[in-house]
């Protein structure tokens, strides 16, 4: 059973920096395109980044340069380092795999999230 | 960037068809996938690749996708279809992938 529990989730100050975690069972993270999406309070959902089974990365352009991807195949977990924190980076910040659909353009599986405010 | 237009809102009353509309530049051409999201919950993926249903989820859903708009149709609309409704979908141009703004689906 695919299963991916997200952590790392905080309060922090503006200009800070956090981790997010996201550990993978059921399944390989470096064999599939594993993605961040975030969801503001009260606000739909919208795509982070992404980093594909090959290994390259693209993100969102409202973080690039701020946020990084990666992972970590030892301990199949999945990673988000958020620098620069800005209030409107505030949101719950799920961890979702690729599936079913054709060329991975979909996210079939999704943790259940983790919560982010960035605050003073 | 490629921009998805979605209603905010569609009401229906119960046992009826809602259908929740997904615009977008010749969308027609994408691949559409569809979440369905209640308060409090992860997304679920209901319809992917335009108009095909992940193992669980009821023959009710069901999608299409012509042109500028791709339309997720709900038959028997049931109270638990309550939610809010996404469309998405990847765009190869920047390797970004894209979310509708969302559309509330009360069931009256």
Redesign the interface.
Known sequence: EVQLVESGGALVQPGGSLRLSCAASGFTVSSNYMSWVRQAPGKGLEWVSVIYSGGSTYSADSVKGRFTISRDNSKNTLYLQMNSLRAEDTAVYYCARDGYCSGGSCFGYWGQGTLVTVSS | ?YVLTQPPSVSVAPGQTARITCGGNNIGSK?V?W?Q?KPGQ????VV??DS?R?SGIPERFSGSNSGNTATLTISRVEAGDEA?Y?C???DSSS????????TKLTVL
């Open positions: 960037s691949n996938h979440y999201q992860a997304p679920v993926l992917y690749d095909d992940p809010d996404y998405q979908v990847w390797d970004h992938w894209v979310f509708g703004g969302g």
